[in-house]
């Protein structure tokens, strides 16, 4: 056992003659460190969350430092944290399930709640037909197979390469993929893979047989997104080709053993797949197809840093893997916002900042797509780390008022960061653009529209501490949808392709017609509903969904599903 032995002290005459000197010296130098304390904790943050008390008493904006960062990850927890895998506590008696956000609620039907949660079930009822408590179906949204089967057992790839249309064709429906999809999703560098376009069709009929099938499966899925926004066929002409050619992609995946082999080519294959089966109404396959495409790019390595997993590749090699990992987080992140279901993309250390331009190599990006994946990728680490967790749970979005104002300052922020062109627009503008800068309107619009439909998430949410901010749900609501409107007035053929641009719309006209029939209720609601502009053009923008609804329910495109959301948003009116 450890003793501790008494110390005698120093008597006083056995000091030294410069005790005073000493004396000194250690008082100057206490008093020097109580100096760094009091300047330490007057002019910097005090680490509090989501805002300190010192930053809220000088007025200044609150910047913490880079200890107090650290430590409020190493501390975070399932309440505050980014993965939420903590359910609430329950409460004794019956549970009811909650619908903690405005743009979950007002629409009832005798389908049983038996998804993920109330968000999903809510957000997803307007998508019919929908097979009622049978297990083939998740959603509720296509439920046949997505991938008709054309192949035979030992036709190999040689047989999927046996179909592809003639280079003619082939081209058209390239350069109506590049105009229309790589605006939005801008994962594939043009100039490179034209290279091998052009190098594969070159190449004599043997040696094709012998090209790498995710490449090929990567050319079938392009031809696939662009005969989707062809305008020259029938819709059912159409819908058949991009099928047919869809399913070659897949079994392209299949023969070069996509489940234990990944490479950058069959990741952006699957990228370009999943959105394809959403807008071919298979939301339900594309969700599923998306949770293969998740485990792959972990297996492959995209969520970590370039720069540590391979110090060795060349700048425009880095810069491919860090495009690709931006595009499946964006898709996992959106998706599940739409879905409310738990987001994937969650465990990276690859960074926003690290993605820039490189004038020097002959290979560089147009800065604009840079600028716009940038901000993308930025808007979707906040999303997922503040929305998709919570409404994955059924939880407010914010549990209190300083939380809603440090949430509605960072969304902010991120838009702060966008460039100009992306923020500074207007209906008339856009259309003056469109004439000339078609790939920046497209761009601007998706953006806006992701935007303002996850600040009209922030707004709407509600918690026993924080009503619904009714303004700010309604502005940003109008913000999101108009994107849509002007969508569809300068790309109408696209607008009915997107899926994922036409539900979020839906939304937020659920979101607006859910406020305004509980304002309706409260004292004087009515008259307000009257009197108020907001009120009124919240009103207007019901009205002008409805009617572009009603002209996609007609004519040989006529959709189903728009039918349904007419019925369901008519309710509010």
């Not at 790839?157 to 790589?182: H, M």
Request: proline share 5%.
């Amino acid at each position: 056992m450890l003793r501790l032995l008494p110390v005698s002290p120093v008597p006083l005459r056995s000091r030294p003659l410069n005790a005073l000197a000493e004396r000194n010296r250690v008082f100057y130098h206490w008093r020097f460190f109580f100096l760094l304390f009091w300047i330490f904790h007057t002019f910097t943050c005090d680490r509090g969350r989501p805002h300190c008390l010192a930053c809220i008493k000088r007025q200044t904006e609150c910047k913490y430092a880079h200890v107090a960062n650290l430590l409020e990850e190493t501390s975070r927890n399932a309440s505050n944290g980014r993965r939420m895998t903590k359910a609430p506590k329950k409460k004794a008696g019956t549970v009811k399930a909650s619908t903690p956000n405005a743009a979950d609620r007002g629409f009832t039907t005798g389908r049983i709640n038996a998804l993920g949660s109330v968000a999903t079930s809510t957000g997803l009822f307007s998508n019919v037909p929908y097979s009622a408590g049978g297990s083939s179906n998740v959603f509720g949204i296509g439920s046949e197979h997505p991938f008709a089967n054309y192949w035979t057992c030992d036709g190999g790839l040689p047989e999927v390469i046996s179909v592809l249309p003639d280079k003619l064709q082939a081209d058209i429906l390239l350069n109506r993929y590049f105009e229309c999809v790589d605006p939005v999703y801008p994962m594939l560098h043009r100039q490179t893979f034209y290279a091998d376009y052009e190098h594969f069709w070159s190449l004599p009929v043997p040696e094709r047989k012998r090209e790498d099938a995710a490449f090929i499966a990567l050319i079938f899925v392009m031809l696939a997104l662009g005969t989707q926004f062809v305008t020259t066929t029938s819709p059912r002409e159409k819908k058949q080709s991009a099928e047919f050619y869809a399913s070659a992609s897949n079994q392209a995946l299949r023969v070069g053993s996509y489940l234990s082999i990944a490479s950058s080519r069959s990741i952006q294959a699957m990228v370009l797949i999943t959105y394809f089966l959403i807008n071919d109404n298979h939301a339900s396959d594309g969700w599923a197809f998306a949770g293969i495409l998740m485990r792959q790019a972990y297996a492959m390595g995209l969520h970590r840093d370039p720069n540590i997993v391979c110090p060795d590749a060349s700048p425009f090699e880095k810069q491919q893997r860090r495009k690709l990992w931006q595009a499946v987080l964006l898709q996992d992140t959106f998706l599940t916002v739409l879905l409310s279901l738990p987001p994937n993309a969650t465990h990276t250390d690859v960074n926003v900042e690290d993605l820039v331009d490189d004038d020097s190599s002959i290979a560089s990006d147009d800065p604009t797509d840079t600028a716009y994946i940038r901000g993308s990728w930025s808007l979707a680490n906040l999303v997922q780390e503040t929305i998709c967790s919570p409404r994955s749970l059924d939880l407010p979005i914010c549990t209190t008022a300083r939380h809603r104002s440090k949430l509605i300052a960072d969304f902010r922020s991120v838009y702060r960061s966008f460039p100009d062109i992306f923020r500074s627009w207007d209906p008339d503008a856009l259309v003056q653009m469109a004439q000339e800068k078609k790939r920046i309107v497209r761009q601007t619009l998706f953006l806006s529209s992701n935007y303002f439909h996850n600040l009209m998430l922030v707004h709407g949410s509600e918690s026993p501490e924080v009503p619904v901010n009714v303004r700010g749900t309604l502005e940003a609501a109008h913000d999101a949808i108009t994107s849509f409107f002007v969508l569809f007035s300068l790309f109408e053929a696209e607008a009915r392709t997107w899926w994922v641009f036409n539900h979020r719309a839906f939304l937020e006209a659920l979101c607006i017609g859910n406020v305004l029939r509980e304002t309706a209720r409260g004292p004087g609601g009515e008259e307000s509903l009257a009197k108020d502009p907001l009120f009124v053009r919240a009103k207007a923008d019901i009205h002008r969904m409805i009617e572009i609804m009603q002209l996609m329910s007609q004519g040989d495109q006529a959709s189903e599903t728009a039918r349904t959301r007419i019925q369901v948003l008519s309710e509010f009116l």
